[in-house]
């Protein structure tokens, strides 16, 4: 557990630094020397729009395929519900959370323009899908950080179901957990797990800092071999 004192008091005032000083690979190269290699998710997922910066707390979302959008005959209850637990996850947001889902495979959209319209309301950071985004116009409009493997109209409706909430899902291996930050940018999407935040974020604003000081110096004209000696950062 990191020892030093934070140099920020809450989630706003951290957010507010990663989003004016720092970027997501900068983050990513700190969570390699705390030995978590493989924070990155698939390169896939990407932001609609190039200049979306999305940073929040997890709140990750299971999706499941079917084959009906309610079936009459079934073991489980939830076949029988449209969407199943779609708009229950989608209406427990909370502030600076972002709504990440992973569990189905890629024949359909995970997220929307009305999804996105409700998100905005509850104050929602974001959206990360393992997965298509769809009313991709919209979306832009709404100036919502959505990130995906690009827009494809196919709707979920008889195709998919959310089946839980707030419970750990998995990305190509990546695993996250309610309450993660995930951190988002062109370059692609980091998850940040809680127990390193701390040491993640307070290495990646020394870093940010640090470079600023070799950049000033290259600048200036000296070597990178000795800018690197000196200042232990390239």
């Not at 919209?138 to 409706?157: I, K, M, R």
């Amino acid at each position: 557990m990191d020892k030093r004192i934070p140099l920020w008091k809450d989630d706003d005032e951290l957010f507010k630094i990663a989003k004016e000083e720092l970027f997501v690979a900068l983050v990513g190269d700190i969570l390699d020397t705390l030995g978590y290699h493989h924070q990155f998710l698939p390169p896939n997922i990407k932001p609609l729009r190039e200049d979306f910066v999305l940073i929040g707390r997890a709140m990750p979302v299971l999706e499941a395929d079917v084959f009906e959008e309610a079936a009459e005959k079934t073991n489980n209850p939830l076949m029988a519900k449209p969407f199943g637990l779609m708009f229950e996850a989608l209406d427990d947001l909370k502030r600076n959370e972002v709504y990440i889902c992973s569990g189905s495979s890629p024949r359909y959209a995970l997220w929307g323009g009305l999804m996105s319209t409700r998100a905005i309301k509850l104050g929602a950071a974001g959206a990360v899908l393992d997965g298509y985004s769809r009313d991709t116009n919209e979306v832009l409009n709404l100036n919502f950080p959505a990130f995906s493997f690009g827009g494809y109209a196919q709707d979920q409706g008889p195709r998919g179901k959310v089946i839980d909430y707030r419970v750990p899902i998995e990305i190509k291996g990546t695993k996250i957990c309610p309450g993660d930050i995930v951190y988002g940018d062109r370059d692609g999407v980091l998850i940040i797990p809680k127990e390193v935040e701390t040491q993640a974020f307070m290495g990646a604003i020394e870093k940010a800092r640090g470079e600023q000081l070799v950049k000033k110096a290259l600048e200036e004209g000296m070597s990178t071999v000795d800018a690197f000696n000196k200042f232990g950062i390239m």
